[in-house]
């Protein structure tokens, strides 16, 4: 019986042209600590895109390079010194796609063991692709960060988006009091998730402050917004309480948060895949979605439209449009 050595995988290998490549490459082995994972569906992010044309270059890879960050598959091999995990496993996790790490526009990649977990058994490839990076930024924040707590007040900045329902949902399984501002046409999509909506385009951050906290502001508020909503966040926090954002990259005055003693923490979920550190609490994280998914805590919500990988440019053109309603996933089979 033959082995396969190669693989289909969409190639970048220029950042000034931003175009990728469906190329015939040489498929990996799973080394020491890794799990070799044949890709079924594959999530696509905001960084993805911005990666691909030259944004960001924290986390850009050397060229030419394999990008997407999400996965969900099936295990085809293990590694040396990998216990938790076997052949035939369904897993997904937040794997790649950055520096020197194969993404999942592929339809294989060796990943390190740490990051993955089991998928959910109730949850589709698709669906589980949708999970991992915004689920693990909207937990960073919440659970490692502010150390929600039940009973307390908690606003999502843009709920609807993909962190945002997943922090609604983490919330609301936490037994807190949850609000997210969201446009009219998606106010449907954050009540759906437990939260009370509101209209960010009609009531100022005063306005919906004292509507819903009679002045006080909420115990937590997470942005995953950044600029000006940042700074609506720092108004809308309570005196000692808590500004999470996963999207802080502009320059924001803290007097109106610093004067009131609120913490304000800055979420960046690459770090564990950048740095190495901190990449087994990634899938530690992750199994917790796992149980609340197979508890019907944990729904992702999935733009409809549908990719095969020969369409991943089309995929990355529909995230960036921001037109786009939930998770966009890629079919990688």
């Known amino acids: 019986m033959s082995i396969q050595t190669q693989m289909q995988a969409q190639v970048l290998s220029d950042y000034a042209d931003g175009t990728f490549t469906l190329t015939q490459v040489d498929r990996p082995l799973a080394g020491a600590g890794q799990v070799l994972v044949k890709i079924a569906a594959s999530g696509v992010n905001p960084i993805d895109f911005m990666i691909r044309k030259g944004q960001a270059p924290y986390a850009m890879p050397e060229l030419p390079a394999i990008l997407g960050t999400d996965l969900a598959g099936v295990v085809e091999a293990v590694g040396e010194g990998v216990t938790g995990f076997k052949v035939g496993d369904a897993v997904y996790g937040l794997t790649g796609g950055v520096r020197g790490l194969q993404g999942s526009m592929a339809e294989y990649a060796a990943v390190d063991a740490d990051l993955l977990a089991p998928k959910p058994s109730n949850l589709s490839?698709?669906?589980?692709?949708?999970?991992?990076?915004?689920?693990?930024?909207?937990?960073?924040?919440?659970?490692d960060r502010a150390g929600l707590q039940s009973g307390q007040s908690v606003l999502v900045q843009g709920g609807a988006g993909g962190v945002g329902h997943m922090a609604v949902q983490i919330?609301?399984?936490?037994?807190?009091?949850?609000f997210a501002t969201a446009s009219s046409q998606k106010r449907a999509i954050v009540e759906f998730y437990g939260a009370t909506a509101i209209d960010y385009r009609s009531s100022?951050?005063?306005?919906?402050?004292?509507?819903?906290?009679g002045g006080a502001g909420f115990d937590l508020v997470y942005d995953t917004v950044g600029g000006q909503t940042l700074d609506d966040s720092l108004v809308a926090a309570r005196a000692y309480g808590h500004v999470l954002s996963c999207f802080a990259f502009g320059?924001?005055?803290?007097?109106?948060?610093?004067?009131?003693?609120?913490?304000?923490s800055?979420?960046?979920?690459l770090l564990p895949m950048l740095s190495g550190e901190g990449r087994a609490h990634h899938g530690e994280i992750l199994r917790h979605a796992t149980r609340l998914a197979e508890a019907g805590r944990l729904v992702p919500l999935l733009d409809e439209q549908r990719f095969s990988l020969a369409d991943a440019h089309a995929a990355h053109t529909l995230q960036e449009s921001g037109k786009m309603v939930g998770k966009v996933v890629i079919d990688v089979v």
């Open 266 to 269: 800055g979420i960046f979920v």
């Open 251 to 264: 320059t924001h005055n803290l007097a109106p948060s610093s004067l009131r003693c609120v913490t304000v």
């Open 171 to 178: 919330a609301v399984a936490h037994g807190a009091k949850v």
């Open 125 to 143: 490839m698709r669906e589980a692709a949708a999970i991992p990076l915004v689920f693990l930024t909207a937990w960073e924040g919440l659970i």
């Open 204 to 213: 100022t951050v005063e306005q919906y402050v004292k509507q819903h906290t």
